[in-house]
């Protein structure tokens, strides 16, 4: 049997599974280095035209580290937010902390495309009220008392230095 009929009739078996290519190809690297330079490149033509360049891609670095967008970041400041324990104080009232994520995420959410960066998003989305232009405050319940502008920027500073592996448990 030739090496291209048996690449289809493993592929043939494997008809589901994304790597149906993949294992046959690792498998008989030796058979392909004896057939020569031809036909070692029509293989890999056939190989990269079943498979896709985007899949081959993917498989090819899967240890890279994948850099958080800024949707993601704005998206993570939240979270932290909803999970600080603070109260947070907004033109002199106070808000727990889930209320003012959720305050955020609206004001986020109303402003639509216009927000591109997380440093964006602090500078006009969390830091004071548009109606006032007070800042918000977040106070935590062993006294201290941050402007938003500083705590948010804080927690930015500490995402951004984070790990791929850290940024996901940031994530839960």
């Known amino acids: 049997m030739n090496m291209l009929n048996h690449l289809n009739a493993q592929k043939t078996e494997a008809v589901n599974s994304p790597f149906a290519l993949s294992l046959p190809v690792i498998s008989g690297i030796r058979r392909l280095r004896s057939l020569g330079l031809a036909t070692l490149a029509i293989c890999a033509f056939v190989l990269y035209a079943s498979a896709g360049a985007g899949e081959i891609k993917a498989a090819a670095a899967p240890d890279e580290e994948k850099e958080l967008t800024e949707a993601e970041k704005i998206e993570l400041l ?71 502008a500083e705590w948010l920027q804080a927690r930015l500073a500490e995402i951004e230095s984070a790990t791929a592996e850290e940024c996901c448990s940031l994530k839960r």
């Open 78 to 148: 939240i979270t932290r937010v909803a999970n600080s324990g603070g109260v947070f104080v907004r033109n002199g009232s106070e808000h727990s902390a889930s209320a003012a994520a959720a305050h955020m995420r609206m004001k986020y959410s109303r402003a639509g495309g216009l927000i591109k960066t997380a440093r964006n998003f602090i500078q006009h989305i969390a830091t004071k009220s548009s109606i006032t232009g007070r800042p918000y405050l977040i106070r935590f319940p062993d006294g201290r008392e941050y402007k938003s």
